[in-house]
């Protein structure tokens, strides 16, 4: 309390402080899980990424609105379906693939930059008298659908032979003065998830994939410097929106199957 009113008014034009006490960072030790209840799609869930930080924000002598939380951002993606011979379908992020963007939002779409607004942000309102000690935490994973037969076909033959995923995401603990935009960058984590599953897809079904290394993932790394925040990671489209889903054929063009949203 002294050390508040002894800093009175400077406090308002010092700086804001956050400090991060504890963070941790992890991919669970399980396998994906492949499950092929369904003879139209191959389902599987990977791991779940987790991060949690316990943050003390001491006493703020000013009326300003702070958010602490998680901004995550996707760096790179591989993630293709290979049907045989006949082609493979592919999950692009166009400005990403091409170099015209190092990172794209992996905000939920909704409250942008953040990664989502239950578990992942903490709002602080000054004036406060004492600290305030709070813990925001997120996960992520990837739970998608594969058709078994070829995306651009009719037919639900099975032909799908194996699916391969590489991504790196940067996920950043960052307070934002709410009035200024003022950012500050509290703390950086890289983590990737890598999968590759073997489909035999004359094999009956329920019996067809394989989980192939890496079976566990690498483990994140919190980095002993923090990284800028790329401006793509701040705004609108996030990955969800902005991700096409291409028909890349061994002969002939490649066919969009799903445009973008955004």
Known sequence: MEEASRHGKESCIGPFLVIPQDVNSSIDSNPTSIDESSNVVLRYRTPHFRASARVLVPPMACKETWTVGWIQACNHMEFYNKYGTKGMSSWELPDLRDGKIQAISDSDGVNYPWYGNTTETCTIVGPTKKDTKFTVSMNDNFYPSVTWGVPVSDSNLPQLSSIRRDQSFTTWLVAINQATAETLVLQTIRWRMQLHIEVDPDKPLGQRATLREPVAQEQPHILGKN???????????????????????????????IPPKY
């Open 227 to 257: 990284e800028p925040i790329p401006p793509n990671a701040m705004v609108k489209p996030n990955a969800n929106d902005a991700q096409v889903l291409m028909w890349r054929p061994k002969t002939g063009d490649a066919i969009v199957v």
